[in-house]
């Protein structure tokens, strides 16, 4: 198979109807497409066409009972894909649409199971992203779209790094930059009787509380259930190397971090540093590849960072990987728990 790669202006979309006219005749004729998204690249087919959908595990490799999320462009799609739509989720839509918020709700009885990983739930979001919301009003049709990767590799958040991993595989690349957020969305579940956040993003634990009170944290798929969500049950985000997360106070992350890359490199690894712009220095002359994802004090910046240095810690072939940890507070929730899923629990408390 041929992937065409068609350059979308991410500040002016319009410019490129062509471009998203031809994404969306392959949607259309059951095939998949990449698109961008504010949160990570989407891998998208008709939501539902079973057969296409198909297509998107067969090529990630992603397990059948990890649903995919489906994308509307606007709250019209909503009642399309879902039944029973309590109050609280068009409070919610109303806050936090369109953005990196994903709410489980009751499927309508005509979304096959494939689209939802053999769930009676639907994952729902309406992105900010322009490009994908044109996409989606150009195809006629919500699109299931997990992220735009290998299945448990980092997500996709430039085309670049959707055409490494599934060019030659997918019929069409639209490429609209890097993506903003660069993690992929917070969900939520509707469907119980107490809302629960089932995997932090772009939206908060404390914005969802401050919105409604009565949710409850994080939950986890144990390994006999069906998840709700992407991103709860299976490893996810890992990088070919290995990954070690070191917590603690910024100056004991960096003391523990220049200790273990000593052993590291001792034992014959090649090792990379995933430092901030605040302890950068500090690994200077250790023999590492250190780069920085931001400062700790700016953290939607780290989070936009984190998929693409663990790719480029690949690309330079690293054999380990040691990233600093963060306080588990606002976005620093999202982040750690990316860094934690892909280090598969390897945590070191300075």
Not at 4 to 13: G, Q, T
Not at 71 to 97: N, Q, S
Not at 165 to 184: A, M, R, T, Y
Not at 234 to 256: C, F, L, N, Q, R
Request: aromatic share 6%.
């Amino acid at each position: 198979m041929t992937t065409v790669i068609e350059r979308v202006d991410p500040a002016d979309p319009q410019k490129n109807t062509g471009a998203i006219k031809r994404a969306a005749a392959v949607i259309k004729a059951g095939g998949l497409a990449a698109f961008p998204t504010e949160t990570v690249y989407g891998l998208g087919a008709d939501a539902f066409n079973p057969a296409a959908v198909k297509k998107i595990f067969a090529v990630k490799g992603r397990p059948a009972d990890n649903p995919c999320i489906v994308h509307i462009a606007g709250m019209d799609g909503l009642d399309g894909v879902a039944a029973d739509i309590p109050p609280l989720a068009y409070r919610l839509a109303e806050k936090f649409w369109p953005g990196p918020f994903t709410m489980v709700l009751n499927k309508k009885s005509g979304v096959p199971y494939e689209t939802t990983g053999g769930l009676e739930t639907v994952a729902v979001r309406l992105p900010a992203n322009e490009t994908a919301r044109l996409l989606i009003r150009e195809a006629g049709t919500p699109i299931a779209a997990p992220s735009c990767n290998i299945s448990g590799s980092p997500s996709a958040t430039r085309a670049e790094h959707a055409a490494d991993d599934l060019f030659g595989k997918i019929d069409i690349i639209l490429d609209g930059g890097p993506s903003v957020i660069g993690l992929e969305s917070t969900v939520a579940d509707l469907t119980a009787a107490v809302p629960s956040i089932l995997r932090p993003g772009g939206i908060t634990a404390e914005m969802l509380i401050e919105a409604e009170p009565a949710f409850e944290w994080l939950m986890s798929a144990a390994s006999d259930e069906k998840p709700k969500s992407p991103g709860i049950k299976y490893t996810h985000y890992s990088p070919k190397a290995d990954v070690v997360v070191v917590t603690g106070a910024p100056e004991e992350i960096a003391d523990a971090i220049i200790r273990l890359n000593a052993a590291y490199i001792k034992s014959g690894k090649k090792t990379g540093v995933m430092a901030t712009d605040e302890t950068f220095a500090r690994y200077s002359n250790q023999g590492a590849r250190v780069v920085s994802a931001g400062s700790r004090y700016k953290m939607e910046n780290v989070a936009a960072g984190i998929y693409r240095l663990l790719r480029e810690f690949d690309r330079c072939g690293a054999d380990v990987i040691l990233a600093e940890g963060y306080p588990d507070i606002g976005l620093g929730v999202s982040v750690m728990d990316r860094l934690i899923k892909a280090a598969g629990g390897n945590v070191v408390r300075a």
